[in-house]
């Protein structure tokens, strides 16, 4: 199925060319899933990795989404990092200074003083709350999500375990 013309180059865009192999469509994926500046940003950051003479594979370029949105669950402070961070090293390649990416260190400095930089504008007694990234199991989460239904008075219906 013909989407289009690419916007740099003229080519034909085809999805079916997108997703013809499993990487592909699971970045399509992972990116449809995202919002507008999210996924903009994350393609701008990808680019820092693809290397000078050839195209990044999209087996890479999942993982290097899957590391980045494992990064933080606060997805607007790593739009903004990531953001930021394309801006400072498109800034250092047009001097001159910088090179490919190779892994996620810059990254995490700029998300971190991001990340501080937004608990320390949270007013005292705020009732923002944040959390680490934490596992919880499928009867957990069945048990809080009932416990709120019954606070808002919603109704809970029971589904037979299979």
């Known amino acids: 199925m013909k989407l289009g013309r690419c916007p740099v180059c003229h080519s034909n865009l ?3 060319q997108l997703v013809a192999d499993e990487a592909g469509r699971q970045l399509l994926g992972q990116f449809a899933r995202m919002n507008y500046k999210l ?8 680019a820092l ?25 606060n997805l607007n402070a790593l739009a ?17 200074t910088g090179k490919q990416l ?10 971190t003083a991001r990340l501080g930089q937004i608990a320390a504008e949270t007013p005292v007694g705020s009732t923002i709350e944040y959390k680490a990234q934490s596992q919880t199991n499928p009867d957990e989460d069945r048990r809080l999500f009932e416990e709120r239904m019954r606070q808002l008075g919603g109704r809970v219906i029971e589904v037979p375990n299979e």
């Not at 000078?52 to 990064?71: G, I, M, P, R």
């Not at 190779?102 to 998300?111: C, E, I, Q, S």
């Open 14 to 16: 085809h999805l079916d």
């Open 39 to 46: 996924g903009g940003n994350m393609v701008a950051y990808l």
């Open 49 to 73: 990795f693809r290397p000078t003479k050839q195209d990044l594979s999209n087996t890479k370029a999942l993982t290097l989404v899957q590391e980045t949105l494992a990064l933080t669950t």
């Open 80 to 96: 903004e990092a990531l953001e930021q961070t394309v801006a400072s090293l498109q800034q250092s390649r047009i001097n001159g």
């Open 102 to 111: 190779t892994n996620h260190n810059y990254l995490r400095k700029v998300l």
